[in-house]
Structure formats: C-alpha cells, structure tokens
C-alpha cells in the first residue's frame, strides 16, 4: 500500500492504542490526541495495556483448554508483540487466523508481518458489516464453520454505537459457528454518566464512532451466552497470571499516567470469554 494514502491528519483508536502499548507507528496527531485525552481520563493508559495481557491470556486459554484452531479477531488493530497468531501457534502450531480491519496503515503493517505466512491472514473489512467479513474468501479459505472457533471483540465494541446494531454484529459470527464456539470481549466501561457523555464527545470530535456503556448495557448484549469462569469481569482479574510475557515499558509521555487505574473508579476494560451453546 502506498504510505500517501494512509491519513496523518486526524487520529485513529489504532495507532493511539498501539502507542499506549509501546508501539512506533504513530503520528503526532495521534499523540497529541492521546496527551490531551489522557489527563480526564489517566486510567485509559493502564487498560489499553492490560487489555493486551487479557488477549495473551484468553488466546491461551481458547487453544489449551477449549481446543480451538481458528480464530477471527475483528478490528485487529495494529500489530505489536503477542499477537492473536503468535500466541495461538506458541501453544498449537497449526492455528489459523484471519484479522479484519478496516485502517490502511493497520492493514499495510500487519500484510508485511504476515507475508509468507499461509496459516494467518489480514483482510479489509469493516467488522460492523458481517455479512462481508463472512463473504470473505480468505474467511472462506481458512475458517471452517464446522469446526469450532473463537470470534475476537477485544476494546472494539465501544466503536459500536447504538445505530449499528451491537448486538447483531457481536453475534453474526457465532450463530453460523458450530456449537462450542467462543467469544472474546472487552469493553471500555464507565458508571459515571458525565464521565461517559464527557468521552463520547472527545470521541466524536476526533471523529472516531464511540459509545460508552455501563457494564449492564454490555451485559444485556450478551445474554444468553455462556460465560466462562469467572465470567464477565475487570479484564485484569480475568484468571490473572503474574508470569506471563511483559509488555514493551509505556511510552516516557505517557508514564505519568501509569497506575492510574488504581484510584478505584468504575472506568475499566470489561470482559470475559463466553461459549456458544
């Protein structure tokens, strides 16, 4: 893909995120959005970074415990360490994974670290239209509906406003998926009602779709699931492992905000890993 056509003038959940986890392909728009951001809402820093040891831990768990091969993570962000691939194959080398994203530069970074890479796709798809994503034929190629498979929403949802439906896109996949699929989700979370209309318009002025919920609204979205011990949760009490693989140190611009999650409000990232029946 040719770097020109990949926007630098406004910021992207992407790079910002990938930034907080200590990644490099960032613009300073997407700093600048984050420094500006970070001061009403420090604890952000902490869960973007503790939703990516949920995603090492989940992964672990769907090939070690649940069996699963294949994998669908919507809205895959950009490519750091860990990544669904590479700890899905650390435990079963023959695990299969189709990322999906929308983000030009997410796509241009994460089809150089895959080249050569037949088992591990990326495709272009925006994940609130499903209908596409399963009309893929790298889906069609690599995803067998047959067998189970894990569908991955991890700190994508809140992307998804009420007009798009959440529930029908959290669900597409894994009523077409064989019995005993998974679904991973987190959620940034927020009980403060000013709080939450105060990151909605940040959001929404950058131009990124957003809606915060409460952790019932992400609760009613998906009833009739089956959660898996310990249920929905704080991601970072979701079977917590002191010894699993660090994360790079958190940018020196953004230290100052780290540990802020410790103050105890009800912001965090929410989720869990829920079985279809």
């Known amino acids: 893909m ?30 600048e959005f984050a420094l500006r951001t970070a001061p009403a809402f420090p604890e952000s820093i902490d869960i973007t970074r503790q939703n990516r040891l949920f995603l090492y831990r989940v992964v672990r ?3 070690v415990e649940a069996g699963i091969r294949q994998f669908l993570d919507m809205g895959c962000g950009l490519p750091t360490d860990a990544n669904v691939h590479q700890v899905a194959q650390q435990f079963t080398p023959d695990a299969r994974v189709v990322y999906v994203d929308i983000d030009p530069i997410v796509l241009a970074h994460a089809r150089a670290l895959l080249a050569g890479d037949g088992s591990t796709v990326v495709i272009t798809a925006d994940f609130r239209d499903q209908e596409a994503v399963l009309g893929h034929p790298e889906v ?3 995803i067998d509906f047959d067998e189970p498979l894990a569908v991955l929403f991890l700190s994508v949802a809140h992307h998804l406003v009420d007009a798009d439906d959440p529930r029908r896109v959290l669900r597409t996949v894994l009523e077409r998926a064989a019995p005993g699929s998974h679904l991973a989700f987190s959620e940034i979370v927020c009980s403060d009602p000013a709080r939450a209309a105060d990151l909605d318009a940040r959001m929404a002025a950058a131009g990124i779709p957003w809606q915060t919920r409460t952790r019932a609204e992400v609760d009613a979205l998906l009833d009739g699931l089956e959660p898996v011990e310990p249920g929905l949760v704080n991601v970072v009490h979701w079977r917590p492992d002191p010894g699993q693989p660090p994360l790079a140190p958190v940018p020196k ?25």
């Open 2 to 31: 040719d770097t020109r056509d990949i926007p630098d003038d406004v910021p992207t959940s992407a790079r910002v995120y990938g930034w907080a986890l200590g990644g490099k392909d960032n613009y300073q728009v997407d700093r």
């Open 61 to 63: 768990h769907l090939v």
């Open 140 to 142: 069609g190629r690599l």
């Open 253 to 277: 611009e953004l230290a100052a905000f780290a540990g802020a999650s410790r103050m105890g409000r009800d912001f965090c990232e929410y989720g869990g890993l829920l079985r279809r029946p």
